[in-house]
């Protein structure tokens, strides 16, 4: 074998080793995104389920409508800093607005996010949405912009998914009429309330 021939086998398999070492520092690193990612969503998962949250959802579901008719409770929102210990359903909007950011910028994965939480963000977008109209009234339009895009991306992803996310692959166990007749719904989807005791287990 010549030395040109020996030189041009060393050349290919400091090549090989290279791009080997290219590909597994790619692969590390793909490993270490999808573990932070995991992480911030474990995280905010967490900042959900704590009291603050749990009392503003409270709020929100059972307080709100009948608050935004209070015409003091509307100036306060029209304020420059509004107290979020007399308008907890900021905390709400809050949390959305920060996980839209964080998504928007790669710090948590949009698809895993939605999954476990875009109903919810969903929900909370049309409960306040006269209460973000408020605020950027009061404070200008990119006053959460950021939770109204986390609230679009999951009705783009319920478009794309209007069954559910379910693996089409994997049979479900508890069937649509299975659901109504062990909550005791009519078809039409109201509640018979003379028998939710003697429902089937």
Not at 26 to 34: C, D, E, F, P
Request: hydrophobic share 40%; net charge negative.
């Amino acid at each position: 074998m010549t030395a040109e021939q020996l030189t041009a086998f060393a050349s290919l398999g400091t090549f090989i080793v290279i791009a080997v070492t290219a590909v597994a520092a790619l692969v590390q690193l793909r490993h270490n995104r999808a573990a932070n990612q995991l992480a911030g969503v474990l995280e905010y998962i967490k900042l959900w389920e704590g009291d603050a949250i749990q009392r503003a959802n409270r709020f929100v579901g059972e307080q709100l409508t009948t608050k935004l008719k209070d015409p003091a409770f509307r100036r306060e929102l029209f304020g420059k800093i509004v107290d979020r210990t007399a308008h907890p359903e900021l905390f709400v909007a809050d949390w959305c607005e920060q996980a839209g950011s964080y998504i928007k910028f790669g710090l948590i994965a949009p698809n895993q996010f939605l999954d476990l939480a875009g109903g919810y963000v969903e929900t909370m977008w049309q409960e306040l949405r006269e209460v973000v109209a408020i605020r950027r009234v009061a404070g200008g339009q990119s006053i959460y912009e950021n939770f109204e895009y986390l609230a679009a991306l999951q009705q783009q992803q319920r478009q794309r998914h209007r069954v559910g996310s379910y693996p089409s692959n994997i049979p479900h166990l508890l069937s649509e009429e299975e659901c109504r007749e062990l909550a005791g719904a009519f078809p039409n989807g109201d509640v018979d309330e003379t028998n939710l005791t003697d429902r089937p287990r």
